[in-house]
Every structure is written in structure tokens, then in C-alpha cells.
């Protein structure tokens, strides 16, 4: 049996019903219009059958699914009527829906009139009972119809009827199908022409209110809040999410976009499909579950299509945009429409302009904070400067009249008998002069040390030398002496008499912590690219006593010369990029060590010292 031509201008051929233009209202809502088309199949005035059903095709599945059903309406008289009850729905609409959306069949294994219609894609009559597991079992004749949207084979309307009447003479069913089949054509070529171009529009708008985001005073949390928002409604989804990698390019799941409480699991499901198009640096995507690597189970009996697409900047992946629907999609979409990637991409690539300008800003407030740092610490090391030189001039000026103060001072305590009361006072005058010009000398000491002059030297030998030059103080204070030079050590690049002073200096303070008959033990070792010289002496260390607040110099609380020494220690070996510590380990009080760059290491001491702006603060002390 032949199909009438179809007419797709959306005028209404002869002979049909003045409702004809009611289908076109509803094109906006491929629901609203799916339910009239059933209801005007069972309409006295449409094709009068007692029932309709409405079956579509899901390529998800690959079966042809109940999806619609209908009876005859006797409260409407008129077509127009029911028809704009259709559009409305009704409680009894969606229970009719529920019922036959349980009967589902394979191309293959449908049977008579439905066979016919659906393998030949023309209008046919027979039995109802050829399809004895159908709806329409009951019926005595059936008519089905091929629906299409667009060129694409869209489903199938059964109508069905309690009596039978041939219809191989253009009886006056036939010809009512034929009117509905050329009715439902034009609809819904109309409804999905309507629905691509609100589609375009929709992503259009989209795009434009994410471009004025890289322009506005959006911050980042907002932007990618409104870059899952706008994903998700340009190309008509449930859910979307935004991930975000690090430098080391781990992914971390940023928004969730969706409605109801189980948008964060749903998106936190992509995670692999992320971390994918982060390794590969391509977007992906799929009409099942089953296609998106390492989702869930229970996140992929909720899903139908997804897509997932890198956020790239520069060849770098910045994060990751993922789509993805549930399973209430109509059949008629299986995938993404033409043009949905497309607009994704270009979402994508907007969202990367957005977090590199991000990026930049960051970097730029660092680099500015960075620099109003410097410019402070650039102040204070000028500041200091001057009172450096201002304290080493005081130091210089006094020193003659102090000299005078003691020798004066020494000379009257000569001139005193023994048991004269005033030799006591004396004595505090000469102790405290002698103090203040060991102060003196010691400011002086720490603010001439200039530049060093670097060769190349045995580091052993130059601690040897030391260790000699402080021989005498050692015997005369029996302090036993344990020696571990390692003799594999590679020449450094140093400056000797700097050295030996920061190993005496070193040894100085620490014999003034030994009783008589301690022990100092000193040991060189390569460590890596350095060398470490370790000092440790086993005297009593008194409890509270800040080991770091050693290296300061005319701190609260230290006591003169020492001190200084260690100051000018630590300076020393941070001139040759060294560093200088101090701790306590097991049976030795105090440990000292210090390390030196081997050959090929030296650029270290181009390198700024982190912890410059914490000692500092130390020297400023009162």
C-alpha cells in the first residue's frame, strides 16, 4: 500500500481538520506535540481510531520503545479541543505513559502491520493480533505509520480499532492516516527546525555572556560556575563539571553543576574520563556509559551521552569541561546534536583564555609583592648600612679615650696600698673598660669583613691550620682532641684565612663551654654536592638556652666576643654559599656544623639567603 506524498510546508492539506494549525502552536514542546499527535489519532474528527500508540526508535538501545498512549476522548467533541488538552497534559496522560513504556521490541522481532510499516517505511492495516506481546494485540485492525523528524526515522504511530474494515480501497481510514502521517510530518520537521535554531541561539548567547566574563570583574570561583552553567544549557544536558590541574597536571573536580543532591557524585564519576583528556590532550565523548573509561556503575545507570573536552592554553591543559545527561533524554537525541561540540569547544577555549589571564594575575600580584618586598628589605639593608658605618666610626673614635680611661684608671690602682678600700672600685673601672674595648673591637670586626678572594684549596688543610693555630689554648686547657678529616675531599673554591677564622672562631666558643679535660671533636665528610664540617665539644648546655640565637650578634643575653665570632662565622660561610648550623645530638652538647660547595656547586652563593630576612630581625634585637 502506497504512502501519500508528504507536505512539509506547514499548510494544511485538503480535507483536514481545521486543528491543523495547533500542531505548529506547540512546536516549541516535542512533548506537548507528541501527545496531540496521539490524541488526534484517537479522535472521531482525526483518524477515529479507539486507541493510539506512539513507539519510538532509541539508538541507545537499539529498540523500538512505547512512549506514548491514547484514547478515545468523548468529553472533546471538537478536534480543536482536545487537541489543546493534549498539549496540557493530564494525571491520566502520565499514567498511560508509564503503562506502555513498558513494552520495548528489536527491529527483528516485530511482526505484521508493524513490520510491514517500520522494514518497507510506508503506512500499513492488517491484525492487531500479528504482534500477540503488543498493546494492540486486542485490536481487530491496526494502521501503523512511519514518523520522521527531519530525514530521520523518528518512531511509529499504531492506531487501533475494535471492528474491522478493508481498507484496500482508499477506504476512509486509510485516508485519515494518510492526513495525520502528512500532519505529523510537517509538525515535527517544523518542531525540530524551531528547536536548531533556538539551539544556535541558546549557544550563541551562551558564548557572548562568557566573553563579557574575561572582561569583567567575575572572580575565578564565579567564571567557572558560569562556564558549567552555560555548558549544560547551550547544548541541553543535565549536568556538567569543571576540573582544574596543577602544575604537576593532577586533575581536581572544581564545580558540579546539576540539579539535586547527586550532581557532586556524578561529577566526581568523570574523574578518570578528566584525567584522560588531560594525558591525551583530546576531547572525547560518547552516546553510552559503558564508552567513558572508569565511570562508576552506579554513576553509569544515570548517564546516557557525555563529553569531555581539555581547557588548553599555550599547549597547556588548565582543566577539564565535562557534559553529560541522565536517563530521562529523549530518544529522539541520542547524541549531541550538529554543531554541540563545536560549541563546547569554543566554551573550552574561552574558559582557558579566562584561567591563563587568571594565571597571569596571579603571577603579577606575586612578582609585585615580591617586589615591594625587596624594595623594603633594600631599605632596611640601607639603614643598617649607615648604622653600620656610624657604629664602626663611634667605635673607632672611642677607643683612644676609653684607652686613657683605663690606663689612668690602672695607674691609680698602683699607686694604692693593698687594703685601701678605693682599689675595689678601681678594679670595676679597669674590668669595664677592658669590656667596652673588647666591644668595640669586636664591631669593628664584624663590619671590616669585605669580599672574599676564592681559590682553590684543600679544606682539610685549612681546618688543619687552624686546629693548630688553637693548639696551645687546647693543651693549656687539656681538652682531648678527636680528629675525622675524610681524605677523599675535592678541592674548593674558598678563601683560606676566611675559613681558619670561621673554624677558630668556632673553636673559641666552644672552649668557653668546656670544663677542664673535655672533648672537642672535628670531622669533614662529603655530603653530595657539599662538603660538611662538623665541630662538637661535649660541655654543659644550660636548659632554655636558644641555640639559633647564637649567630646574632650583640644579642640580649650573649656575652661579648664569642658571639660576635659566631656572626662573623655564619657571614663568612654565606659569602661562599655555604650554611652554618647548630644543634645538640646525644652526648655532645653543641654541634656546629657548616657546609661548602664543591667544584661545579658554586653558583649557590649567587642564590639570596631564605632565612636573610629572619636574621635580620634578629640583629635588630635590642
Same mark, same amino acid.
Given at each position: 500500500?502506497e504512502?501519500?506524498p508528504?507536505d512539509?510546508?506547514?499548510?494544511a492539506?485538503a480535507?483536514?481538520s481545521?486543528?491543523?494549525?495547533?500542531?505548529?502552536?506547540?512546536?516549541a514542546?516535542l512533548?506537548?506535540?507528541?501527545?496531540?499527535?496521539?490524541?488526534?489519532? $484517537?479522535?472521531?474528527?482525526?483518524?477515529? $481510531?479507539?486507541?493510539?500508540?506512539?513507539?519510538l526508535?532509541?539508538?541507545?538501545t537499539?529498540? =523500538?520503545?512505547?512512549?506514548?498512549?491514547?484514547?478515545r476522548?468523548?468529553?472533546?467533541?471538537?478536534l480543536?479541543?482536545?487537541?489543546?488538552?493534549?498539549r496540557?497534559?493530564?494525571?491520566?496522560?502520565?499514567?498511560?505513559?508509564?503503562?506502555?513504556?513498558?513494552?520495548?521490541?528489536?527491529?527483528?522481532?516485530?511482526?505484521?502491520?508493524?513490520?510491514?510499516?517500520?522494514?518497507?517505511?510506508?503506512?500499513?492495516?492488517?491484525?492487531?493480533a500479528?504482534?500477540?506481546?503488543?498493546?494492540?494485540?486486542?485490536?481487530?485492525?491496526?494502521?501503523a505509520?512511519i514518523?520522521?523528524?527531519?530525514?530521520?526515522?523518528?518512531?511509529v =504511530? +499504531?492506531?487501533?480499532?475494535a471492528?474491522?474494515?478493508?481498507?484496500?480501497?482508499?477506504?476512509?481510514?486509510?485516508?485519515?492516516?494518510e492526513?495525520?502521517?502528512?500532519?505529523?510530518? $510537517?509538525?515535527?520537521?517544523?518542531?525540530?527546525?524551531?528547536?536548531?535554531?533556538?539551539?544556535?541561539?541558546?549557544?550563541?548567547?551562551?558564548?557572548?555572556?562568557?566573553?563579557?566574563?574575561?572582561?569583567s570583574a567575575?572572580?575565578l570561583?564565579?567564571?567557572?560556575?558560569? =562556564?558549567? %552553567?552555560?555548558?549544560?544549557?547551550? +547544548?541541553?544536558?543535565?549536568?556538567?563539571? +569543571?576540573?582544574?590541574?596543577?602544575?604537576?597536571?593532577?586533575?581536581?573536580?572544581?564545580?558540579?553543576?546539576g540539579a *539535586?543532591?547527586?550532581?557532586?557524585?556524578?561529577?566526581?564519576?568523570?574523574?578518570?574520563?578528566?584525567?584522560?583528556?588531560?594525558? @591525551?590532550?583530546?576531547?572525547?565523548?560518547?552516546?553510552?556509559?559503558?564508552? $567513558?573509561?572508569?565511570?562508576?556503575?552506579?554513576v553509569?545507570?544515570?548517564?546516557?551521552?557525555?563529553?569531555?573536552?581539555p581547557?588548553?592554553?599555550?599547549?597547556?591543559?588548565?582543566?577539564?569541561?565535562?557534559?553529560?545527561?541522565?536517563?530521562?533524554? @529523549?530518544?529522539?537525541?541520542?547524541?549531541?546534536? %550538529?554543531?554541540?561540540?563545536?560549541?563546547?569547544?569554543?566554551?573550552?577555549?574561552?574558559?582557558?583564555m579566562?584561567l591563563?589571564?587568571a594565571?597571569?594575575?596571579?603571577? @603579577?600580584?606575586?612578582?609585585?609583592?615580591?617586589?615591594?618586598?625587596?624594595?623594603?628589605?633594600l631599605?632596611?639593608q640601607?639603614?643598617?648600612?649607615?648604622?653600620?658605618?656610624?657604629?664602626?666610626?663611634?667605635?673607632?673614635e672611642?677607643?683612644?679615650?676609653?684607652?686613657?680611661?683605663?690606663?689612668?684608671?690602672?695607674?691609680?690602682?698602683?699607686?694604692?696600698?693593698?687594703?685601701?678600700?678605693?682599689?675595689?672600685?678601681?678594679?670595676?673601672?679597669?674590668?669595664?673598660?677592658?669590656?667596652?674595648?673588647?666591644?668595640?673591637s669586636?664591631?669593628?670586626?664584624?663590619?671590616?669583613?669585605?669580599?672574599?678572594r676564592?681559590?682553590?684549596?684543600?679544606?682539610?688543610?685549612?681546618?688543619?691550620?687552624?686546629?693548630?693555630?688553637?693548639?696551645?689554648?687546647?693543651?693549656?686547657?687539656?681538652?682531648?682532641?678527636?680528629?675525622?678529616?675524610?681524605?677523599?675531599?675535592?678541592?674548593?673554591?674558598?678563601?683560606?684565612?676566611r675559613?681558619?677564622?670561621?673554624?677558630?672562631n668556632?673553636?673559641?666558643?666552644?672552649?668557653?663551654? =668546656?670544663p677542664?679535660?673535655?672533648?672537642l671533636?672535628?670531622?669533614?665528610?662529603?655530603v653530595?654536592?657539599?662538603?660538611?664540617?662538623?665541630?662538637?665539644?661535649?660541655?654543659?648546655?644550660?636548659?632554655?638556652?636558644?641555640?639559633?640565637?647564637?649567630?646574632?650578634?650583640?644579642?640580649?643575653?650573649?656575652?661579648? *666576643?664569642?658571639?660576635?665570632?659566631?656572626?662573623?662565622?655564619?657571614?663568612?660561610?654565606?659569602? @661562599?654559599?655555604?650554611?652554618i648550623?647548630?644543634r645538640?645530638?646525644?652526648?655532645?652538647?653543641?654541634?656546629?656544623?657548616?657546609?661548602?660547595?664543591?667544584?661545579?656547586?658554586?653558583? %649557590?652563593?649567587?642564590?639570596?639567603?631564605r632565612?636573610?630576612?629572619?636574621n635580620?630581625?634578629?640583629r635588630?634585637?635590642?
Amino acid at each position: 500500500m502506497e504512502s501519500t506524498p508528504r507536505d512539509v510546508s506547514g499548510a494544511a492539506p485538503a480535507g483536514v481538520s481545521p486543528a491543523w494549525p495547533a500542531l505548529f502552536e506547540s512546536e516549541a514542546d516535542l512533548d506537548a506535540l507528541e501527545r496531540m499527535l496521539v490524541a488526534w489519532g $484517537a479522535h472521531p474528527e482525526g483518524a477515529g $481510531a479507539e486507541r493510539t500508540w506512539l513507539l519510538l526508535w532509541n539508538a541507545r538501545t537499539g529498540l =523500538l520503545e512505547g512512549w506514548r498512549e491514547a484514547e478515545r476522548d468523548t468529553e472533546a467533541k471538537d478536534l480543536s479541543a482536545a487537541l489543546v488538552r493534549a498539549r496540557r497534559g493530564s494525571q491520566a496522560d502520565r499514567r498511560a505513559q508509564e503503562r506502555v513504556r513498558a513494552w520495548a521490541e528489536a527491529p527483528e522481532t516485530l511482526e505484521g502491520v508493524l513490520a510491514q510499516a517500520w522494514r518497507g517505511a510506508i503506512s500499513s492495516f492488517g491484525p492487531g493480533a500479528t504482534q500477540s506481546s503488543s498493546p494492540w494485540a486486542a485490536q481487530k485492525q491496526v494502521g501503523a505509520m512511519i514518523l520522521r523528524r527531519g530525514t530521520r526515522a523518528y518512531g511509529v =504511530l +499504531v492506531a487501533g480499532w475494535a471492528d474491522e474494515q478493508p481498507c484496500n480501497d482508499g477506504g476512509d481510514r486509510f485516508e485519515r492516516m494518510e492526513l495525520l502521517r502528512r500532519a505529523a510530518d $510537517a509538525a515535527l520537521g517544523a518542531q525540530a527546525r524551531a528547536a536548531e535554531a533556538r539551539r544556535r541561539a541558546r549557544q550563541a548567547a551562551a558564548l557572548a555572556e562568557y566573553a563579557r566574563t574575561s572582561v569583567s570583574a567575575i572572580n575565578l570561583a564565579e567564571a567557572m560556575h558560569l =562556564l558549567a %552553567r552555560l555548558a549544560a544549557q547551550g +547544548v541541553g544536558v543535565r549536568g556538567a563539571a +569543571v576540573f582544574r590541574t596543577n602544575e604537576e597536571g593532577a586533575t581536581r573536580l572544581e564545580v558540579a553543576h546539576g540539579a *539535586g543532591v547527586l550532581r557532586e557524585r556524578l561529577a566526581a564519576g568523570f574523574a578518570e574520563v578528566a584525567r584522560e583528556s588531560v594525558l @591525551h590532550k583530546l576531547a572525547r565523548s560518547g552516546e553510552r556509559p559503558d564508552e $567513558a573509561p572508569g565511570v562508576p556503575a552506579d554513576v553509569a545507570g544515570e548517564t546516557t551521552v557525555w563529553a569531555a573536552l581539555p581547557v588548553l592554553a599555550y599547549d597547556r591543559v588548565l582543566g577539564v569541561l565535562v557534559v553529560h545527561d541522565g536517563l530521562e533524554r @529523549h530518544p529522539s537525541a541520542p547524541t549531541f546534536e %550538529r554543531g554541540d561540540m563545536e560549541f563546547l569547544a569554543v566554551l573550552a577555549d574561552m574558559a582557558a583564555m579566562v584561567l591563563e589571564h587568571a594565571r597571569r594575575l596571579a603571577e @603579577h600580584g606575586k612578582l609585585e609583592q615580591q617586589r615591594r618586598e625587596l624594595a623594603t628589605r633594600l631599605r632596611e639593608q640601607e639603614r643598617l648600612a649607615s648604622l653600620g658605618e656610624l657604629a664602626a666610626r663611634v667605635a673607632q673614635e672611642s677607643r683612644n679615650p676609653l684607652a686613657s680611661i683605663a690606663a689612668f684608671a690602672k695607674r691609680a690602682h698602683k699607686s694604692l696600698a693593698e687594703d685601701d678600700p678605693q682599689r675595689e672600685y678601681l678594679e670595676i673601672v679597669i674590668r669595664e673598660a677592658a669590656r667596652l674595648e673588647a666591644m668595640m673591637s669586636e664591631q669593628q670586626q664584624y663590619a671590616s669583613l669585605g669580599a672574599p678572594r676564592l681559590q682553590m684549596q684543600s679544606l682539610n688543610a685549612v681546618v688543619q691550620e687552624a686546629l693548630q693555630r688553637s693548639s696551645e689554648t687546647l693543651v693549656r686547657r687539656r681538652v682531648r682532641l678527636l680528629k675525622k678529616l675524610a681524605p677523599d675531599l675535592p678541592q674548593l673554591l674558598l678563601d683560606a684565612p676566611r675559613i681558619q677564622r670561621v673554624v677558630e672562631n668556632v673553636v673559641e666558643f666552644a672552649l668557653e663551654s =668546656l670544663p677542664l679535660g673535655g672533648r672537642l671533636k672535628v670531622e669533614s665528610q662529603r655530603v653530595q654536592g657539599f662538603v660538611v664540617v662538623e665541630i662538637s665539644h661535649d660541655g654543659a648546655r644550660e636548659a632554655g638556652d636558644l641555640l639559633e640565637q647564637l649567630f646574632v650578634p650583640f644579642a640580649a643575653g650573649q656575652a661579648g *666576643g664569642a658571639s660576635v665570632g659566631l656572626g662573623v662565622a655564619q657571614q663568612i660561610v654565606r659569602e @661562599h654559599g655555604g650554611e652554618i648550623r647548630v644543634r645538640s645530638e646525644g652526648e655532645w652538647g653543641t654541634v656546629f656544623s657548616f657546609t661548602l660547595p664543591v667544584a661545579g656547586n658554586e653558583d %649557590r652563593r649567587k642564590a639570596s639567603d631564605r632565612r636573610g630576612g629572619r636574621n635580620e630581625r634578629r640583629r635588630r634585637q635590642p
